[in-house]
């Protein structure tokens, strides 16, 4: 079996719910991306500041991660979409990732339906991404195949984690 890792960053949550699932239904480890400094709290001053963070693929002060990728033989990174690319802690993770080869899959998580767009960036940056699951906003109109794309991705992680 290959030894998993989940890394994720969540802002309001929705990416944290999906991390929490795969890793109970996976049982493997998870970490959780946190900022040194925190992001505004009104919805306008988040959209601002992080969209902006996100347009110009800007990279944000990040704290150590609990685990060490380093120990793991395949990584799953879980990320919100924001301004149509991967979030700025994720990509401030990724950058600095000493075994960004074993970056494996990922999945994303949007208002609108921009997930393949940010997945697409996100292959070009790291080309063994190989699985990615698309998930909606669970308080937006775009969360109904959630479960069943969670489902779908679980299985699919299945058959790679498997020597
Ligand atoms: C800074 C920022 C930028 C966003 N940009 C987009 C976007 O370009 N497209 C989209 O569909 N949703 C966008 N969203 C919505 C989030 O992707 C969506 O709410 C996601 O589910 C949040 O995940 P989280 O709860 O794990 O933080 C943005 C949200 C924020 C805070």
Not at 6 to 20: K, P, Q
Not at 42 to 50: E, N, P
Not at 138 to 156: M, P, S, T, Y
Request: glycine share 8%; with cysteine; proline share 6%.
């Amino acid at each position: 079996m290959k030894k998993t890792l989940i890394v994720f960053y969540s802002l309001d949550g929705n990416t944290r719910a999906a991390a929490e699932k795969l890793a109970g239904e996976l049982g493997c480890d998870s970490a959780e991306i946190k900022t040194v400094k925190p992001m505004p709290k009104s919805t306008f001053a988040k959209l601002i500041v992080g969209g902006g963070q996100a347009a110009f693929n800007k990279l944000v002060p990040i704290e150590p991660l609990e685990c060490d990728p380093k120990e793991y033989d395949l990584i799953v990174i879980g990320t919100p979409v924001w301004a149509g690319k991967c979030s700025a802690p994720v990509l401030s993770f990724i950058e600095n990732c000493p075994v960004k080869e074993r970056i494996e899959a990922v999945f994303t998580s949007s208002a609108g339906g921009d997930n393949d767009k940010c997945v697409a960036l996100l292959k070009k940056r790291i080309p063994s991404i190989a699985l990615s699951c698309a998930l909606g906003d669970a308080r937006g109109k775009h969360a109904g195949k959630n479960e069943e794309n969670l489902a779908v991705f679980i299985n699919e992680l299945r058959k790679i984690t498997v020597d």
